[in-house]
Structures are given as C-alpha cells and as structure tokens.
C-alpha cells in the first residue's frame, strides 16, 4: 500500500508531497485508521530514566510544528520527536528547499527551521491524546546573532519544558548560518551550562526532571567529537543524538540535485553516522546514552547503530522511503541481536 501512496506523492514536489502527508498522517490519526493499518511493535527499554515501547523513534523534522503527533504515534513508533521550533515563527529559506535523491535513497534539505513558532506547537501538543515519550526539539531563530543564541534556546525551553518527556538541543543544522559554531569549545560549554542551571531551575520549580539531549553534526574529526562528549559529561547532560544531516556529498556525487546546498540525509549517511557512534561510544563508555539517526532504510540499519553503542534510534529520511514497514522491521532486528 505505501510502495503505491509514494509512487503518487513522488510526483509531486519534495515540499508539496511532504505537507500532504503531514496532512494525511495527522488526518488518520484523528480517525484513527493509522493504527487500523500497522503494527504497533513491542520492545520496551528505559533510556533517560523514561520508558519507551520500542526503541525506535521519528527524528525531528518531519513533523516541525506537532501536527501530526497522533497521527505518527499510531504508525507504530516507540517515541516521536517533534520540531525545530524557534521562539517566533519563521518562515525558512526561499523555495525550493527539498530535494529527492532517489537512486541513492536520500535527501537534501536547507529549510532553515521552518515552523510556526513555540506557542504554536504548544497548542498542538496539548491538542493531542498521544501519552507516549514526546521529544521536542529546539532551536534559534535565524536572525538572532549567534552570540544571543543561548537566550532563544532558554525561551524555548521555559516554555516545552512541562509539555516534553525531554528536550532536544539542536546546535547542528547546517541550514542557520553560524549554528554549528555552538558545536565547539567555549561556545558549546557555555551553552550547556546555561541549559543545565536552567533545567536545575524548571526541575525544582516543576518538580519533574526533563532529561536534556544534544544533537550533533556528523562533519566532525574524531578530536572534535570526543571533545563534544566531554563536554556534555563535564555539563552534566542526558543524552546525545547523532547525528544530524551532513554536508559532505559522498555517495552522491553525479546525482541530479547533489550539488545543491542544504544537509544531506539518508543511506549515504549511514557509514558516516556510525562511525560518529562508535567515537562517542568509546569516550562515553556508557556515562550518557546516545540516540542514533542517520541513514536507517532497512531494519538490520537499526539493529547495527545499537550494536555499535546507541540505546535508541531514529528514523526520518528511510521513513519517507520505506513508510511504516520500516519500523517494525527495525524493532525486529533490534530485538534480535545477542544479548550483551
């Protein structure tokens, strides 16, 4: 049935097919007919100090703006991650912004955290019946200098910090200029440890502990990652997700669209995302778990990023190829790897 749907969306634009499909999953979720159609696999593990149903979740980005949170739920994942969202809505960058890459089973975006701004969201989250483990991703607005970066992810988080089951940090969008700058040294502890007295605040004021997680650029030397690991260590974070889309063009080259500005997603990041996982791993040696994304289009993709170190992975671009499938196929493979 999905192999026919992608046939029909394929035909239209990147952007336009991906609305009509928030459109269509946020529908079928309201009716709920999308848990009529796909399993809803079972493999429980607790990561962050929260219980998930699965271990595989949605990566942030399909669903920017949370229109669509039932919707995904009843497609079978294990958590879904919802956003950027930025302080104040935001258009992104000038259209086209999407790219299909179909011979190599990828994406190239530059969309510039688009969305309809926190309060938006917000409303869309309190709007659903969706219990599960709820990630919400946060960002800067584009025009906020980078060195006031921090404020924006403080507004954003004051605001989702009782609505999320945790919070996303996202320093490693390739699409708003100087983001990635907060990846490194001073820039990224100063950051963190902004984040953390404010989580230590909320945590007291609310009585509940949002775990905090970072996600990061899979474009970094070896040096540089195990420097970002350190340093959430040293910050005392919760999690770390890796990781986000690259710029690199290996695997694509040739390829109608690939010289297209924007971040590169999908198979040709598989390698690159693992390899990120495996530094991280070994640095970590299990102090902060690590949420895998990257390159995931069939389900021993899935089984491998945990083998190589990750509690939880995430899905985006092999969703878009795959659909539903793909989720109980990871959760398969998952569950059939030897027990360590």
């Known amino acids: 049935m999905y192999s026919l749907a992608r046939k029909l969306l394929f035909k239209l634009s990147p952007e336009t097919s991906h609305e009509l499909s928030i459109d269509l999953i946020g529908a079928g979720g309201r009716l709920g007919l999308n848990g009529l159609l796909c399993q809803k696999p ?7 100090g929260l219980e998930f149903a699965n271990p595989v979740g949605l990566a942030a980005g399909l669903d920017k703006n949370g229109d669509a949170i039932d919707g995904f739920a009843q497609l079978g994942f294990g958590f879904i991650e919802i956003g950027t969202v930025t ?9 086209p912004r999407l790219f299909r890459l179909p011979e190599a089973t990828a994406i190239i975006n530059r969309m510039g955290f688009n969305n309809q701004g926190v309060d938006h969201l917000l409303a869309r989250v309190r709007a659903a019946r969706y219990n599960g483990v709820l990630g919400i991703n946060i960002g800067k607005n584009f025009d906020t200098p980078v060195e006031r970066a921090v404020d924006d992810y403080l507004i954003c988080l004051d605001k989702v910090y009782t609505h999320a089951s945790y919070v996303t940090v996202n320093v490693s969008s390739p699409n708003t200029p100087g983001l990635r700058s907060l990846q490194f040294g001073d820039s990224l502890k100063q950051l963190l440890e902004a984040l953390r007295q404010r989580q230590e605040d909320l945590t007291a004021e609310h009585g509940k502990r949002v775990p905090l997680a970072i996600k990061i650029a899979p474009d970094m030397t070896d040096e540089e990652t195990v420097e970002v690991a350190r340093a959430l260590i040293e910050t005392g974070m919760d999690a770390v997700i890796a990781t986000n889309t690259t710029l ?6 040739g390829l109608q669209f690939a010289d297209q500005a924007g971040g590169l997603s999908g198979a040709p990041v598989r390698e690159q995302s693992n390899h990120v996982v495996r530094v991280l791993a070994a640095e970590l040696a299990g102090r902060l778990p690590i949420i895998a994304a990257g390159g995931i289009t069939e389900g021993g993709h899935a089984a491998e990023k945990i083998a190589a170190g990750a509690s939880l992975v995430q ?3 092999g969703f878009i190829y795959r659909g539903p499938a793909l989720i109980a196929e990871a959760v398969d ?5 030897p027990k360590q």
Do not use: D, F, H, W
């Not at 493979?333 to 790897?337: D, K, N």
């Open 42 to 48: 079972r493999l429980p593990v607790k990561v962050m």
């Open 315 to 317: 899905v985006y671009s």
């Open 87 to 95: 302080p104040r809505p935001q258009p992104g960058n000038p259209k």
């Open 248 to 253: 690199s063009r290996a695997g694509v080259e």
């Open 333 to 337: 493979a998952i569950a059939a790897l």
